[in-house]
């Protein structure tokens, strides 16, 4: 009889055995190569981390570019262009590429290769934010690089601009014009706000795919009761219209990845967010992060989202229709 007055399914069961999608943002435009030697730089370097962490379990790879000859962040397409086929020859994986680009890049810069590329997703930062990454530079004395220093320190004075016009004008250039979906970058729940009235204005179509960041200095912190209170006010803003991910700058990458997964979100790690492995050890490449949280939630009994799994769910359009 006690099976009878029981609901169907158990609100803690709901979750239990879902499927996770894995991002490896596998560069960035955060750290420098004075911070680790095992940050991707040429596009070598960058084509053979990506294609690793896709066969480590990464369903999708979050890609920005970088000048071979000292790691600056660049915007060229020329240089995407030297990785980007390689990659999507040798896996099945879906690639993410950005739009937020580095720091000081104009948005005509941070859309260049995009637009080349016509790419299946691309990251989309839902609002500008006091970008600060000064702090950094006070762990490091001696740089590989001249620019290295002043390209961190000069944050203390930077907005990352994100406007509602920019935000506008990407969706309609890619979005509508090339069929690629967005990975909403949220760093703070005023984010949640804009994307909500950018929905309103018919910009995107649900469901979107929100990539909630935590611990970036000009962002959200990265204390737990964040992540609970940016899922519940995701969940009042779009219901059931949306997927989440999470992921948290440095140490936190993590216990943030794992506390998403359990409660029935995506993840992504990378070098791009953190450097690390464990406590005060550099991670060997961006495939051992992903292999690390792979186990991790394959022993809470998750299942691990192929890339074709992670395009059903995301509505993509598709490896074929990209323009690489």
Not at 17 to 41: E, N, Q, W
Not at 224 to 244: E, P, S
């Given at each position: ?5 029981l ?137 590989k690089?001249e ?30 014009e ?9 760093y ?38 964040n ?25 936190h ?10 409660m ?47 395009r ?13």
């Amino acid at each position: 009889m006690l099976s009878q007055t029981l609901p169907k399914t158990l609100p803690w069961r709901r979750h239990v055995l879902s499927k996770v999608i894995i991002t490896c943002a596998v560069t960035g435009g955060i750290h420098t190569p004075t911070m680790s030697d095992a940050l991707p730089i040429t596009p070598n370097e960058i084509a053979e981390q990506a294609i690793a962490a896709a066969e480590a379990g990464a369903a999708i790879l979050h890609l920005h570019a970088r000048d071979p000859k000292d790691g600056r962040p660049t915007p060229d397409p020329a240089v995407f262009m030297e990785f980007l086929p390689r990659i999507k020859q040798a896996t099945d994986a879906v690639i993410n590429i950005t739009t937020g680009g580095g720091l000081n890049m104009t948005v005509e810069d941070r859309l260049a290769a995009p637009l080349k590329a016509a790419p299946e997703m691309c990251s989309l930062n839902m609002g500008s934010m006091n970008f600060a990454l000064h702090p950094l530079a006070k762990r490091y004395s001696n740089w590989k690089y001249e620019w290295e220093e002043p390209y961190l320190t000069g944050t203390k004075d930077f907005i990352f601009r994100n406007t509602f016009g920019d935000i506008e004008r990407i969706y309609k250039m890619l979005g509508e014009e090339h069929g690629t979906k967005f990975e909403h970058e949220c760093y703070d729940v005023g984010h949640l706000y804009n994307l909500a009235h950018c929905l309103d204005q018919g910009w995107f179509r649900p469901p979107v795919f929100l990539q909630l960041i935590f611990g970036i200095l000009g962002g959200i912190g990265p204390d737990m009761d964040n992540l609970m209170f940016m899922k519940r006010t995701a969940d009042k803003l779009f219901g059931k219209d949306y997927h989440w991910s999470v992921l948290a700058a440095g140490r936190h990458q993590m216990p943030f990845a794992t506390q998403a997964a359990m409660m029935g979100g995506n993840v992504r790690v990378g070098l791009e967010d953190s450097l690390f492995i464990g406590r005060g050890k550099l991670a060997s490449s961006n495939a051992e992060q992903v292999a690390k949280i792979r186990r991790i939630l394959e022993e809470l009994g998750h299942e691990i989202a192929t890339p074709d799994e992670a395009r059903a769910t995301l509505g993509l359009k598709g490896a074929d229709k990209v323009s690489f």
